[in-house]
């Protein structure tokens, strides 16, 4: 298969000669799990990201039916997820329209205008038309005022029980965002011949008033606020901020709990998103030479996509 992505390797050369030719979904699966070479019949990953890599961590066998046979999902999107989504767009529309009219002297936007922003995603979603539709409408409005009375200047930038020693709590004259759903492509090097590239989108980018930036990813549901200091995502955006986006190293990386109004900051020093970098080669590496086994369990299987075809998960309890 000819790939468009100038990062992207050739198949082995043990490929047979209908490389070129992707498989229908099914002849892969059944392909990788009678225990042959994926890579045999497809190329070897040329691109990761978060969710790649926290995939494969949890269970190889489902990346590979994800990301390499491309099989459908057989689960519908779930609901929590299908509202997150929602109030990702009404809070990117909200600081997009307050950048633009910042920029023509116009107020910011108001409280209604979110909720409005918030409906239209919604809407968009098969929640409007799910039985339930009324209850997750009226589970927004608390998190909606809470995130637009946390937008407004003279809001600790960290939730002051959340900061830590390498985050002080800045204190925002006016919220500057200058960026939303802002897409990184960050190459890294396997070995002397093969580079790989790293992908994602970071929720948002806000400049700080001493003019370094922030990283900031949104999270509904519940949470642990700890997780900012060691989560691979964030180190992931922080090192796309500062090696792919010219953005320098952020100040901060902060996971935002908006259904609590709880901004966790975290820092992060040079030497350890160098340290990152390597460790996300590592990781490449490991997936462009596995053999993808299955790891059935109860939390592995529960959540998969694919479990109900997938034979292994026949040996989890969690079905």
Known sequence: MTSENPVATAATEAAPAWVDRRPEPAALVAHIAAGGDPFELVERPGWFSFTAFDTFERCPRQYALRYLCRQPEEWPSWPAA????????????????????????????????????????????????????????????????????GEQPGVPAVSPAAAGPSAAADLLDAPDTIGEEIRFCLPVELDPDTSALVTGYIDRVDRLPGGDVEVIDYKSGNGDPARAAASLQLGIYALGCRDALGLGRPARVTLYFVERGLRAGAGRLDAELDELRLDLASRARAIRSSSFPETPGPWACRWCDFAATCPAASQSDSR
């Open 82 to 149: 299908e509202y997150g989504s929602a109030a990702h767009a009404a809070f990117e529309a909200f600081t997009r329209e307050r950048r633009e009219r910042a920029a023509r002297g116009e107020p910011v936007p108001t409280r209604e205008e979110l909720g409005r922003w918030f409906d239209d995603a919604f809407d968009r979603t098969s929640l409007s038309v799910a039985p339930d539709a009324d209850s997750w409408r009226s589970k927004a409005g608390p998190m909606l005022d809470l995130f637009w009375a």
